[in-house]
């Protein structure tokens, strides 16, 4: 493995591990069969309480590009710090590995990934539950300004080839290397989102976007994310707390005043949600307190009191309507 061979340069795969074993192989192999060969695979087992760390020794021992990190439990954003931490890379992907790379993927990345790019983002196959889901819309292929990009991620339905999710695109080593950019660790639920406003907000170049598929999502009926959406817990308010700092990166970015505007609909959003989850535990007034303490810091009190005064009026028109029915 080198940093440079031949020209080509290295590209670290950065794969945050937690009990996959029944996916994990798959994932390795299509990393093991790409056209392209001069990568690193950086596997980081967080603490896993299956046989997923002992398969990534396996493989480790079998191929020298692949380094394995053992640590406690802490994370998917602390994972994939330490992976970001020792990467070697001129590039780097950071996909899930209990999805899939097709075999073509580094190598098509890399066909973009010219001297004037700082991200290459791409389209994706998606499969819920085994089905295959129908192909959403694409955003033409082409060469953006960071402050074009940004605006396009706003679009509802998203585009898959500008969504905010990291596992579909290929990013500048030397930009998260001399910016220490990292995934906030305090942050469980929209880590992915609050990252890529991290990484645009230091980009000195353009991003492109194509519409070839070079991953695979699967999405289950398990998972970190959807566990967090049953039952509230400290860790839920993330949400929240994700988009309120990804306005603030857009504050900083100067964008545009509409996609501020939807940023902050998606805030108002993220608040609702959370205490529609407060509501449903038993003591729910701490909790409810304790999370507007730290939405002060993003809305203000007179925010907090619109908002929960529309959520008292449309409470009220319910059960109006509910009795109405009768």
Not at 41 to 54: H, P, Q
Not at 94 to 116: G, H, Q, R, S, V
Not at 297 to 318: D, H, M, Q
Request: proline letters at 4%.
């Amino acid at each position: 493995m080198e940093k440079q061979r031949n020209n080509t340069p290295l590209v670290s795969i950065v794969a945050p591990v937690y009990n996959i074993e029944l996916y994990l192989p798959a994932f390795i192999q299509g990393v093991l069969k790409q056209t392209y060969d001069n990568w690193e695979l950086l596997l980081i087992d967080d603490g896993s309480e299956d046989r997923s760390g002992v398969i990534c020794d396996e493989y480790a021992q079998a191929d020298c590009r692949i380094r394995v990190f053992h640590k406690p439990n802490g994370g998917v954003s602390s994972a994939r710090n330490v992976g970001l931490k020792n990467m070697k890379g001129d590039w780097v992907m950071i996909p899930d590995p209990d999805d899939e790379l097709p075999n073509n993927a580094i190598e098509t990345y890399l066909e973009f990934a010219t001297d004037d790019i700082d991200l290459v983002s791409a389209f994706y196959t998606f499969y819920r539950n085994g089905e295959l889901m129908t192909p959403a819309r694409k955003c033409r292929e082409g060469r953006y300004t960071v402050s074009e990009f940004v605006a396009l991620m706003g679009i509802v339905p998203q585009p898959r080839n500008v969504d905010r999710r990291c596992v579909n695109k290929l990013f500048r080593a030397s930009i998260i290397k001399d910016n220490n950019i990292f995934f906030q660790e305090d942050i469980y639920y929209r880590e992915d989102i609050l990252y890529i406003y991290q990484f645009l907000s230091r980009c000195t170049r353009f991003v492109k976007c194509i519409t070839q598929s070079l991953y695979t999502y699967f999405m289950r009926s398990s998972g970190a994310a959807i566990s967090l959406q049953e039952s509230y817990s400290p860790k839920s308010a993330g949400k929240f707390i994700a988009m309120g700092r990804c306005y603030g990166l857009l504050e900083q970015m100067n964008a545009e005043s509409v996609v501020k505007k939807r940023m902050r609909v998606e805030m108002v959003k993220a608040y609702n949600a959370i205490v529609d989850l407060i509501k449903t535990e038993p003591r729910w007034g701490e909790d409810f307190y304790m999370f507007n303490r730290s939405a002060r810091e993003y809305f203000s009190l007179r925010e907090i009191l619109r908002i929960n005064a529309g959520r008292l009026v449309r409470k009220i028109k319910s059960k109006e309507n509910t009795s109405k029915s009768r």
